[in-house]
């Protein structure tokens, strides 16, 4: 029995017309004789009725008083809808389908409400189903912990399970089904001639996506690359092939493919950045107090920067009014620039290529973007710009390495010359 795992997207399944084209893809994979466990998000975006963000809405999410627990039993009904509403739609079409939840399929997470993990994928329900019917549909982001308690994968988390399910019944390949034509080299929103990438390293899409790419979660990448199971991100609307996403050449396994010196560009808005300055002699104290004080409260600091005077880093804007507010409590008197947005610049074949970092100095510097703090590591460098200059230092940077062009510079073509 070969099985194939789908995921369609919010967007994708959001109404009649739209779920027509994910009829069609799925008829296309049982015409090929797969058997097909297929995984949905919930349906549509906000203001649509049970979209996850509406749901929130209910309980005057992010003002709410609801407990993490109760989140999630909310949440997961977004996906449940989506899942009873696509199973019931293949049946009328003639196509034998079942619809299950997270924790029916046999995802065990921990008990990290609205961030858990997934412990155990426990397939046999599943695959009982898929000697019934021709389809299994779940319902995707979300599990239950060892005391049965409902939980959910973080936001995006439908890509999760689908690849969590993709690993664990060892699937030909994990499709995940989306509104674009795959991973772009940037965000198509904001650049309008970002080009869709054929095929690209796991490593690479990990690092794109934990920079914020959006079109995949990156634990999905993670779990399909550990479990050596392509990922195939393509277009709900279009037929043509989207972006594979493995570590093979040619279908050669253990040939690597080549990875680009620059593949793309990410962005994560809404970031604020945090100074606390301080005298030298007081500035063990600062360094040590400050971000022992972060670490307490549970607030996720980025970007730090640490001198003998103070110390600079960032935070997520939701986080910052209570990372001020402990900072003063503790004496010290921070100053911050909200509405900061984080570029990344990543390519796995950056490692020891001169010129990446001054190339991209100069294109921003020569749009007249400010950059408030940069970093490096051997596959990504990031800059931190204020977000008003953000559509313009994305979109310079995109033309400053040609991303656009196809002929995208490959790492192994570049030293072999
Ligand atoms: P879904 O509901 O199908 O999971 P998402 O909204 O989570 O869709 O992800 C798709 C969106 O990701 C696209 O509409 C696009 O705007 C955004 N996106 C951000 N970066 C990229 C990128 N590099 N390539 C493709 N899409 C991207
Ligand atoms: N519906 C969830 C969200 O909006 C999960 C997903 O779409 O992957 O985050
Ligand atoms: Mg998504």
């Keep these: 029995m070969q099985i194939l795992v789908q995921k369609f997207g919010g967007t994708s399944v959001q109404s009649n017309q739209s779920r027509k084209h994910v009829l069609r893809h799925i008829e296309n994979a049982l015409n090929n004789d797969f058997k097909l466990v297929v995984v949905v998000s919930a349906l549509g975006r906000s203001p649509d009725p049970y979209a996850t963000d509406s749901l929130l809405e209910l309980v005057d999410y992010p003002e709410h008083s609801i407990t993490n627990r109760e989140l999630d039993m909310l949440m997961v009904c977004g996906e449940i809808i989506a899942s009873v509403v696509l199973s019931n739609e293949l049946r009328k079409s003639g196509i034998s389908s079942i619809a299950l939840t997270g924790a029916q399929a046999g995802i065990k997470t ?56 993709g690993a664990a019944l060892a699937a030909k390949s994990i499709e995940i089904f989306t509104d674009v034509n795959g991973i772009m080299t940037a965000d198509p929103r904001v650049v309008k001639n970002a080009r869709a990438l054929d095929i690209v390293s796991y490593r690479e899409i990990c690092n ?47 040939v690597d493919i080549s990875d680009r010196v620059v593949t793309g560009i990410a962005h994560l808005a809404n970031i604020t950045q945090i100074k606390v300055q ?41 986080q910052a009014k209570r990372a001020i507010t402990i900072l003063k409590s503790k004496g010290f008197n921070p100053s911050i620039l909200d509405d900061c947005t984080k570029v990344s610049v990543v390519g796995a074949g950056m490692t020891g290529v001169p010129g ?3 190339r ?15 970093a490096d590591s051997h596959t990504t460098i990031w800059v931190l710009i204020p977000s008003k200059d953000l559509f313009t230092a994305v979109n310079a940077l995109h033309e400053e390495f040609d991303l656009s062009n196809q002929s995208t510079i490959l790492h192994d073509f570049l030293t072999e010359r």
Excluded: C, W
């Design 356 to 358: 990446v970092a001054s």
């Design 208 to 254: 794109l996506a934990y920079q914020g790419a959006k079109v995949i979660h990156p634990r999905a990448v993670e779990i399909a690359m550990h479990a050596k199971v392509p990922i195939r991100v393509r277009s709900t609307y279009e037929e043509n092939g989207g972006t594979l996403v493995t570590n093979t050449r040619n279908g050669k396994v253990g």
């Design 110 to 165: 921990n008990a990290d409400f609205n961030q858990a993990k997934i412990k155990e994928v426990e397939p046999s329900r599943i695959l009982t189903e898929l000697k019934k019917h021709d389809v299994v549909v779940v319902a995707g982001f979300q599990g239950k912990n060892l005391q049965g308690e409902l939980t959910t994968l973080g936001r995006g988390g439908s890509d999760t399970t689908a690849a969590a399910l």
């Design 360 to 374: 991209i100095v100069h294109a921003l510097t020569s749009k007249g973007v400010q950059i408030l703090q940069s």
């Design 278 to 318: 301080t005298k030298e002699k007081e500035a063990y104290r600062l360094q040590s107090e400050v971000f022992k004080a972060m670490a307490d409260a549970g607030i996720s600091i980025d970007f730090i920067n640490i001198s003998p005077t103070g110390v600079i880093y960032t935070v997520p804007n939701q």
